[in-house]
């Protein structure tokens, strides 16, 4: 009997579920999330599915969700009551911040509202200096004064973060065990467990956010257990985390600021797998929603990684060279640039008469005018409409329906007339503006960080990602896109493919050259160790624990590092400097000359809990009936090629190689196909389009 | 012009200024520069006008076309392809001493067609002082290696002599040549994409676009300013001195004068050149005053020429707001942040429901510098802001940059580990924000102990005696402080020095409050109760200027009426002072004295 897994991504409008049988088969499910109790459309979404496929709880073999419960809790200030116990002197670090903005000239800024007010925050007199030596000892006394003024003010988590305790946890250790004899039910984030790693603010931060969403994501994850046992469903829970990789629910309990980009990292693991499946060594992923659209780089069958980011930054950020929005976390996550480009976002012209698109977006209400339910701004959906890419009468399978004349009409009057432009011209603008800004978050990813696109492929999801994704690979001169199967869903597909990953990493700097590699290489084996520890208690032993190790250098002096990944086998230092020169060239056109040292300064291990075999079947086939196809409609392609004539399909009526113009349309998503391309569905059935 | 093409280009160009930046903030060595932000990058046309600039720092707005006119006026005839040009003398246009401009023409067969431009703040260029960034020089050539515009690159060959000239004028060779190479690549970037642009618009229709993106922003500014009122406004303000003349306050002064879509920022009446390193230059006062009107402007317009050409600068040379050869500029940065407050001030006047009131006065320089025991130097240099004035809608920023710099703090840890120094302190200080109906920005101290045997260190504060102003009955912030050893002598230091520093010797910065907005009598109380809890404000300090009485965390709303009334009665208002530089009421301890000003100089007395 074929076992199957199941996929779950939860977002604010939609919870998507993805079912996958060990044989291939897919079925798929969207319905609307419930915002009250997000646990609650999960167990309700599983029974509809038990029911359409006759299957029962006990064919479930795991459970893999994305969630956004975390993010949000920090979104709207909705986690726990917190406290926070800090060095004397140093109170502030967490309100005080880096003290940059994020936007300049905006004399209407407000700094976001810190997590831990200021009365809630404690200071103990004690010192740990540069070198991890106690200068000033904590006294018991004052400690116990700390923890019982935030437990008088009845706080639900304490976050403990005292200067240099990355190299002598001492004192953040005593803190922990006086809160475990007072409150032992309390959770408690130590700065020392959840990021040993230099800079007070960004530790502060991190160990803040994780004490801040520990109950909220704990009693999440307990409520979910219980309703799935409840409908006989015995799987096991994973957690998809911001870093890519899975983790067990217990896990995710412990150390939810791992799970707070849950969300997308779904999307960009299943192209990564897919990517391996087809070896195609460069892929630039490309999720495109409602609002926003998100890249990513893919290189060598390894997703790229941030060490740090912003919760709740997002689109706030009008650029790369500016930070300070939201809030701080250094944990890694796939490193996604997002730009506030989507169907939604609004069409407008500026005050020098410039037409524009975004950031604002009309969301789910009112949404695009052909939504018709009350959005009187055009948006990129309505131009997508009137250029013919997207069917005019309804989306979702029948489940939209659209107003195609009333968007023509509000485009006509508050875009293309003020432009003094044809309509279709005008939309085609609209559409244009939308790929160029979403191209810059391409290049963020690319040739800001020196790769070249032209050497990648566009791997594109979302619902509206296939609309634009050959438009902007041509723009780009890529050559080849990729549209994977549920290109709507992806996010949840995406998690069927991921494997358990847990990252740790430490502060440990050292010059290279005057380095005892034996010193180095322990310290590796410890975090070593702390991986392969976790992953046993997972049953992940053996060759199906894996590790990898990498190391942030810099060149002494510089205060940005790069990460390079280390071989297994002996410590080689010589190696490492190398290593780090070549990426340090390839990334930026130049190196230091011979005799600038280099610096080791942050040490990672990743350890993986590989399944047995692959995951991934070979081809997987949709459980239900395509519709009849759609009559072939016009669609616009510039002003050179003009109104053309467009056969639309099924994707499997791509079995046999076609050329553009083609427009593909599904349940979830509509991919569009310009003159001069060629699309055919591989085995796996992904959509390949070469672009001529 | 097709609007769609047009709007891809722009797309284009301003990413290939920000991708610049991107690169010098990767690869830079000096913590000036990533935290600070004190570097740009951008992109001029052919004739050296500004197209796009990779803004990180509003106070290098300005920088670019000054340094690109003394280009051309050296180099106009005598440029080839390979040719690299830098320079950083403040009187051939460019700032301080310690940025320095590194230029690349581009060119595509044969014709130049743009320029690729980056100027970044360099950790040491030489000088008396480590850190080149004394306040108290009193001429340039006691700052450091004074660059003329050169050719760092002739014809792709590197002028091998000037390399070794810099390198043994400054202090930390390896830090400014990383630097260095880090402005060049930045350049190589942009000339690559630039090839990019150039094959696919071809040179006629990119020219065209160039000039087009200038007209652009141009459009965009003078119909903001077409939005607000026409007019003249002046405003004062001072400065407690410049370090050297001790206590001769310099004296601030600009008129606004507004017409259409056109402004003119007009410094006529601004005190002469100092002794002391803090005098501007000319491109550093526009970069000020075109912060000032950009902060009452819509945000997303471009930073380029076409602002310049709607937003009119004046300032005499010789004045500290424009100095001529020998000023000494180093730590102009002073006057650059307080000339924005300044313009903050004329706005003010002209917008009253749109300007904040002054905040802490922009940063405070510190500088320590020595050798250790085996003759290698050290340098540490902090600046340091974070109080913000009161919003006619909202209180101050605590612990946020001045608009005029967008830097960021060095992580203390990071600094305890790299350099000879400790810090027992950083956080904010009570009771020294300015009341009103949105409180001033509270500000934060910093205490610093020194490890090494011995060291130098240079302080340049100011806001000591002239506090930062509160704005419509708000109250001015408290000032800002200096001592040595805080928790032994206590010693009071003055607001700009240079001392040698011993072993174990502790300096505390104490940054001014910044100034309220609106009568204090009209805060909500439940504000004044939150700052109390949260130890920003003291009981005794809500009772005295919001008359606020609390009692056992709760507010007695009797003898908050009766204490309002009381200081209603005492301070005699008929209608709230639009500026004030003194609190409303005199206090036990002080000697201070209301006086308002209408924004013309003439009201004002300065003590």
Known sequence: MASYSVGVDVGGTFTDIVLLGSEGTIHTKKISSSVENYAQAIVEGLAEVFRETGLGGDAIEEIRHGTTVASNAILEHKGARTGLITSMGFRDVLEIRTLRMPRMYDIAWSKPAPLVERYLRRVVDERIDAVGAVQRALDPRDAERAVDALLAEQVEAIAVCLLHSFTNPAHELLLKKIIEKKAPALPCSLSCEVLPEIKEYERTSTTVLNAYVTPIVASYLKALRKGLDNAGVRARLLLMQSNGGLTTDAAAAERPIHIIESGPAGGVVGAQVLARAKHLPKIITFDMGGTTAKASVVEDGEVTRAHEYSVGAGIMIGSRLLSGAGYTLKVPAIDLAEVGAGGGSLVWIDAAGALQIGPQSAGASPGPVCYDKGGETATVTDANLLLGYINPAHLVGGAVKLNAEKARRVFAETVAAPLGMALDQAAYGAHLIAASNMIRAIKSVSTERGRDPREFALFAFGGNGPVFACGMAAALGMKRVVVPPCAGLFSSFGLLYADVEHHYSRTFRRLLRQSDPHEIARAWDALAKQALDQLAVEGFTGKRAHLRRSAALHYHGQTYELTVPLPDGPMDLNYLEEAFGREHEKTYGHRAGEDEPVELVTIQVVGQGLHEGTNVPQRVRPSRPEPAPPPPRRAYFGAQIGWLETPVLRRSDLSTPRAGPLIVEEYDATCVIPPGAKAELDTGGNILIELG | ?607
């Open chain 2, 1 to 607: 012009m097709d609007p769609i093409e047009f709007e891809l280009f722009k797309n284009a160009i301003f990413s290939i200024a920000d991708e610049m930046a991107l690169t010098v903030f990767r690869t830079t060595y000096s913590g000036v520069l990533k935290d600070n932000m004190d570097y740009s990058t951008g992109f001029a046309d052919a004739e050296g006008k500004l197209v796009a600039q990779g803004l990180t720092l509003p106070g290098h707005l300005g920088s670019v076309p000054t340094a690109m006119q003394s280009i051309m006026h050296h180099y106009r005839d005598d440029m080839q392809p390979g040719d690299v040009f830098i320079m950083n003398d403040p009187f051939d246009g460019g700032m301080h001493l310690p940025d320095i401009f590194v230029f690349k023409p581009l060119y595509h067969e044969g014709e130049r067609l743009a320029f690729a431009c980056t100027v970044c703040h360099h950790t040491d260029v030489g000088g008396r002082v480590a850190g080149s960034n004394a306040s108290d020089s009193t001429e340039i050539y006691a700052e450091g290696l004074r660059i003329a515009p050169l050719k760092l690159y002739d014809r792709g060959v590197l002028n091998k002599t000037l390399m070794t000239i810099i390198e043994k004028n400054v202090r930390l060779p390896v830090q400014v040549f990383g630097d260095l190479r880090a402005q060049l690549a930045a350049c190589h970037i942009a000339e690559k994409q630039f090839a990019g642009l150039v094959a696919k618009y071809g040179t006629e229709q990119l020219k065209l676009y160039m000039r087009e993106t200038i007209d652009y922003a141009e459009r965009l500014t003078r119909a903001a300013l077409e939005k607000l009122p026409d007019g003249e406004w002046s405003f004062e303000d001072w400065i407690d001195d410049d370090g050297v003349d001790y206590g001769k306050p310099i004296r601030l002064f600009v008129t606004l004068r507004k017409k259409g879509g056109h402004m003119v920022v007009d410094w006529t009446g601004t005190g002469p050149q100092v002794k002391g390193a803090i005098n501007s230059t000319l491109s550093y006062t526009k970069a000020a005053s075109y912060t000032g009107v950009r902060s009452v402007l819509p945000q997303g317009i471009p930073n380029n020429e076409g602002v310049f050409r709607a937003i009119e600068v004046i300032c005499p040379p010789g004045t500290v707001g424009n100095g001529v050869l020998p000023a000494a500029c180093a730590a102009r940065g002073l006057t650059g942040f307080r000339m924005t407050d300044c313009m903050f001030g004329a706005l003010a006047m002209m917008l009253p429901d749109k300007v904040k009131a002054a905040g802490d006065g922009g940063n405070t320089g510190v500088s320590i510098g020595g050798y250790d025991a085996g003759r290698k130097p050290f340098i540490y240099v902090d600046f340091t802001c974070g109080a913000w004035g009161a919003r006619p809608w909202a209180d101050g920023l605590d612990g946020n940059s001045h608009m005029f710099a967008n830097m960021a703090s060095h992580s203390v840890e990071v600094t305890e580990t790299e350099q000879p120094i400790q810090f027992l302190a950083y956080e904010f200080v009570p009771d020294k924000a300015g009341a009103g109906k949105y409180r001033g920005g509270v500000p934060f101290r910093r205490d610093y102990r020194f490890l090494e045997e011995e060291g130098v260190l240079q302080v340049r504060s100011d806001r000591r005696t002239h506090r930062p102003f509160g704005l419509y009955g708000g109250s001015p912030g408290m000032p800002s402080e200096n001592y040595l050893d805080p928790d032994g002598e206590n010693r009071t230091l003055p607001s700009k020095f240079t001392m040698t520093i011993k072993r174990g010797q502790v300096f505390r910065h104490v940054l001014a409050g910044a100034g309220g907005w609106g009568d204090p009598l009209e805060r909500d109380p439940a504000a004044v109760l939150r700052d109390v809890r949260n130890e920003f404000l003291s009981p005794a300090k809500a009772a005295a200027d919001y008359g606020i009485v609390i009692i056992e965390n709760q507010m007695d709303p009797k003898a908050t009426a009766q204490r309002r009334a009381e200081i209603r009665a005492a301070r005699g208002w008929r209608e709230v002072p639009k500026l004030q530089w003194h609190d409303p009421l005199p206090r036990e301890t002080g000697t201070d004295h209301v006086f308002v000003s209408a924004g013309k100089a003439e009201n004002v007395v300065c003590p």
